[in-house]
């Protein structure tokens, strides 16, 4: 077997010394988050460990396909585990509520692909060279000999998938390819997973995508798309949250454009935005670090108080900024 960093060895150590286990994600989960979260969850439960699995919000409904009966639960306070893991998270905070029932624990795990993670357990596993956390989980199993079966090969999968736009962003590596391809030897239904995943998207998310092009604006050099997502918006076309994912990636796709940015209202004071770079010397991890978010050079996210236009001008600046100093 290929050589393997200690920190595999360590994490295994500590799964085989306990017996329960909550595996915890972050706030509005995406598919590498969920495939990550439930592909470990479902090879401890092989192993014969008792294991919970925790989000602060609802599996958004593209990937419902994806969960179990019984595999996530609601969390609660009071309970306590022998060992917390926490897959694709980037800080603490980012767990959101679920970080307040998690204190119960003998040990705290992290593993984590994003550049902009804190460090913020007992045992920490952030390789930002990896395009997924669901490639980091899959080297742990076989690291570990544990079988991989094809509800978990559909899991790891999506996760990979996601978190590499379907293979084609930049930080995807050769490697990740001969990952995609094991999993599809396991057993990974390639087709459905791409039908629920990339082809199947309910009317209101059509509706917002029009809301997108209609009214999605451009700085004067053209290197700066953005949008507004107001409540109103949502109310409007019945969308809700979860269809915003990947509508930055239209505006990001327009040709002159180098930063994309959508600013989203979840109060009247408080905007989350969410950054994409399609040039190499333009980080926007670093941007959102600004504002005290983080995330990946050429995606990032980050939540600001402030009122919409204050935002909107901070952020522009910002990136602004961020270009000319990439010139």
């Given at each position: 077997?290929?050589?393997?960093?200690?920190?595999?060895?360590?994490i295994?150590?500590?799964i085989?010394?306990?017996?329960?286990f909550?595996i915890?994600?972050?706030?509005r989960?995406?598919?590498?988050c969920i495939?990550s979260?439930?592909?470990?969850?479902?090879?401890?439960?092989?192993e014969?460990?008792?294991?919970?699995v925790?989000?602060?919000?609802?599996?958004?409904?593209?990937?419902?396909?994806?969960v179990g009966?019984?595999?996530?639960?609601?969390?609660?306070?009071?309970?306590?585990?022998?060992c917390?893991?926490?897959t694709?998270c980037?800080s603490?905070?980012r767990?959101g509520?679920?970080?307040?029932?998690?204190?119960?624990?003998k040990?705290?795990i992290?593993?984590?692909?994003?550049?902009?993670?804190?460090?913020?357990?007992?045992?920490?596993?952030?390789?930002?060279?990896e395009?997924?956390?669901?490639?980091l989980i899959?080297r742990?199993?076989k690291v570990?000999?544990?079988p991989?079966?094809?509800?978990?090969?559909?899991?790891?999968?999506?996760?990979?998938?996601t978190?590499?736009?379907s293979f084609?962003y930049?930080?995807?590596?050769p490697?990740?390819?001969?990952?995609?391809a094991?999993?599809?030897?396991?057993?990974?239904n390639?087709?459905?997973?791409?039908d629920?995943v990339?082809?199947s998207?309910p009317?209101?998310?059509a509706?917002?995508?029009k809301?997108?092009y209609?009214?999605?604006?451009?700085?004067?050099d053209?290197k700066?798309a953005w949008l507004?997502l107001?409540?109103?918006d949502f109310?409007?076309?019945?969308?809700?949250?979860?269809?915003t994912?990947?509508?930055?990636?239209?505006?990001?796709?327009?040709e002159?454009v180098?930063?994309a940015?959508?600013?989203?209202?979840?109060?009247?004071?408080?905007?989350?935005i969410?950054?994409r770079s399609?040039?190499?010397?333009v980080?926007v991890?670093?941007v959102c670090?600004?504002?005290?978010g983080?995330?990946?050079p050429a995606?990032?996210g980050a939540?600001i108080?402030?009122?919409?236009?204050a935002?909107q001008?901070?952020?522009i600046?910002?990136?602004?900024?961020?270009?000319?100093?990439?010139?």
């Amino acid at each position: 077997m290929k050589s393997y960093p200690k920190i595999i060895g360590r994490i295994l150590e500590i799964i085989r010394e306990h017996k329960t286990f909550c595996i915890v994600g972050h706030v509005r989960p995406d598919g590498d988050c969920i495939g990550s979260q439930l592909g470990l969850a479902l090879a401890l439960r092989n192993e014969g460990k008792r294991v919970t699995v925790w989000n602060q919000d609802a599996i958004p409904l593209k990937y419902k396909f994806l969960v179990g009966d019984g595999l996530i639960e609601k969390p609660k306070r009071g309970e306590k585990f022998d060992c917390v893991i926490a897959t694709d998270c980037a800080s603490f905070e980012r767990l959101g509520k679920v970080g307040e029932c998690i204190g119960a624990r003998k040990i705290f795990i992290n593993i984590d692909h994003h550049e902009s993670n804190t460090r913020y357990a007992d045992v920490n596993w952030v390789s930002p060279r990896e395009p997924s956390t669901g490639e980091l989980i899959f080297r742990l199993l076989k690291v570990a000999r544990w079988p991989i079966t094809k509800p978990m090969a559909d899991l790891l999968f999506t996760a990979v998938s996601t978190d590499t736009g379907s293979f084609q962003y930049a930080t995807t590596r050769p490697g990740t390819f001969h990952t995609g391809a094991e999993l599809v030897t396991r057993g990974a239904n390639l087709a459905k997973i791409c039908d629920e995943v990339y082809q199947s998207y309910p009317l209101s998310r059509a509706k917002l995508l029009k809301h997108v092009y209609s009214k999605f604006r451009l700085s004067p050099d053209e290197k700066i798309a953005w949008l507004w997502l107001k409540k109103k918006d949502f109310v409007r076309t019945g969308a809700e949250t979860d269809d915003t994912e990947g509508l930055i990636d239209h505006l990001r796709a327009i040709e002159p454009v180098i930063v994309a940015c959508v600013f989203e209202e979840v109060e009247p004071e408080l905007t989350r935005i969410s950054l994409r770079s399609k040039s190499a010397a333009v980080n926007v991890s670093e941007v959102c670090k600004l504002f005290g978010g983080g995330g990946h050079p050429a995606a990032a996210g980050a939540r600001i108080p402030g009122t919409p236009l204050a935002v909107q001008r901070k952020v522009i600046a910002a990136v602004k900024r961020a270009l000319k100093a990439a010139k």
